[in-house]
């Protein structure tokens, strides 16, 4: 008899823990007018309706995380079993600052200088994805991943 009210309870328990998951609905737009305006094109579609010279794959990527607001070089101590005077060991240290959430338009902009550098006047085949995290213990997470093919435009 035991065993059976001991079995009920450790099934009533099991049963009466229910985990949450809120409901998110997430829109988001990115305008690409600043570019145009540039003179710059950007197009999801992996063909176009004129010629161009491909320059290179391009990728993007942000995650949220602290911001590093600089890397000290710190002086490591010199060590028994190095014989080299003239040679100085470092380790980096990160100084961190706030909490800084991952951006499309950032991460975007910044293929785009990338593209510039490269030569390019144009991405197509452009795929963003966007991933987010969150758990109970943690801030959002939140990631993109930017992809896309550098074109100049002939």
């Not at 309870?9 to 985990?19: E, G, M, N, R």
């Not at 010199?78 to 706030?98: C, Q, R, S």
């Amino acid at each position: 008899m035991k065993k059976l009210i001991l079995l009920f309870t450790v099934i009533f328990f099991a049963i009466s823990c229910k985990v949450y998951k809120p409901y998110i609905l997430f829109t988001t737009s990115i305008d690409y007018s600043q570019y145009a305006e540039k003179g710059f094109f950007f197009s999801e579609a992996n063909s176009v309706m004129f010629d161009y010279t491909p320059i290179g794959s391009l990728t993007a990527y942000s995650e949220s995380g602290d911001e590093i607001l600089r890397i000290e070089k710190v002086k490591v101590e010199e060590d028994e079993f190095d014989y080299d005077p003239n040679h100085t060991t470092y380790n980096e240290e990160f100084v961190f600052g706030a909490w800084k959430r991952a951006s499309a338009k950032e991460t975007l902009n910044q293929m785009y200088e990338k593209a510039i550098k490269l030569g390019a006047d144009g991405i197509i085949n452009l795929k963003i994805k966007y991933q987010f995290t969150k758990n109970k213990h943690s801030k959002p997470h939140e990631s993109y991943t930017i992809t896309g093919m550098a074109i100049k435009r002939n």
